[in-house]
């Protein structure tokens, strides 16, 4: 009988195990961008398609993502919901609004996050610590709280002298203990300047801090470059939005009193307007 017993719980373990939702993989990438960059590298060629929201913090969340060591990554997993639902993250959308913002006004607020949860939360749910909807976005603030970017980013800027890859891992090397990271830049279409527009920190399934492998290829850079041209969709001779690309040598980390960008009321202003649409 024993034996019999042992065979039932080893069964239902392994039930358990194939039915959870979500993949296995092996570590996450957690990226904040700097919306800054992301608006002047659009709104040279297309003004107010890109707007930076009252509220919005220096360098905002870009997304939480499972990744495989080889560089490729898992996506549009089976997850629990399958696709996003905003009634769940209820709890923490006033929060969700400053520090995860749509950039793109012509997209609603909440299809930012559903690109998210839909590509990689899902994916994500192998953990436990990523299990619903709510523990995703929980946890994915918890570690943009854990990580002072700007803080660290002080020695360098913003300014508007050229900086190098050495200048920004000194300034990370505290806050990020010395491990790796990744970092990419976008071209401003006017003056051909490259500017500093995300990092990406690695994390192990735990949250801890490890070395990123170092992968840099294409389809990596550009995972959510898919919802940014959607902004386009149906609007003939528009041109595409910048991509993220490995930063050269020297590149910006821009001020962010630039005469360039909007003023914050108008900010305010478009995003009052359509905060409430897709409620």
């Known amino acids: 009988m024993k034996p019999l017993i042992l065979i039932l719980l080893i069964s239902i373990s392994l039930t358990s195990i194939l039915c959870r939702d979500g993949v296995p993989f092996d570590y996450l990438m957690f990226t904040t961008i700097y919306p800054v960059a992301v608006c002047r590298a659009d709104d040279d060629s297309v003004p107010e398609s890109c707007e930076i929201p009252d509220g919005t913090p220096q360098w905002s969340i870009h997304g939480l993502w499972p990744n495989?060591?080889?560089?490729s990554y898992p996506q549009n997993c089976h997850g629990t919901p399958k696709h996003f639902d905003e009634k769940l993250i209820k709890s923490i959308e006033d929060r969700l609004i400053k520090i995860w913002p749509n950039l793109y006004p012509k997209k609603t607020i909440q299809s930012f996050w559903?690109?998210?949860y839909d590509k990689h939360g899902t994916c994500a749910q192998s953990e436990k610590l990523f299990e619903s909807?709510?523990?995703?976005?929980t946890e994915v603030m918890k570690v943009f709280d854990s990580?002072?970017?700007?803080?660290?980013?002080?020695?360098?800027?913003?300014?508007?002298?050229?900086?190098?890859g050495i200048d920004l891992k000194n300034a990370l090397a505290g806050v990020l203990e010395g491990k790796s990271f990744e970092f990419n830049c976008l071209r401003d279409k006017k003056t051909k300047q490259y500017l500093l527009g995300d990092i990406r920190i690695c994390l192990n399934k735990d949250l801890t801090l490890r070395d990123c492998p170092g992968h840099h290829v294409d389809s990596h850079l550009n995972r959510v470059s898919r919802?940014?041209?959607?902004?386009?969709?149906?609007q003939r001779g528009q041109p595409p939005l910048p991509s993220f690309q490995p930063c050269p040598a020297e590149f910006i980390y821009l001020p962010l009193e630039s005469s360039d960008a909007p003023s914050s009321s108008f900010f305010g202003n478009v995003w009052n307007a359509i905060k409430n649409i897709g409620h």
Not at 68 to 71: L, P, T, V
Not at 147 to 162: Q, R, T, Y
Not at 227 to 234: D, H, L, P, Y
């Open 147 to 164: 990580i002072e970017v700007a803080g660290a980013l002080k020695s360098i800027g913003p300014s508007g002298k050229n900086i190098g």
């Open 133 to 137: 909807e709510l523990a995703y976005f």
């Open 227 to 234: 919802f940014e041209r959607s902004t386009r969709r149906g």
């Open 68 to 71: 495989f060591e080889n560089g």
């Open 114 to 116: 559903k690109h998210e």
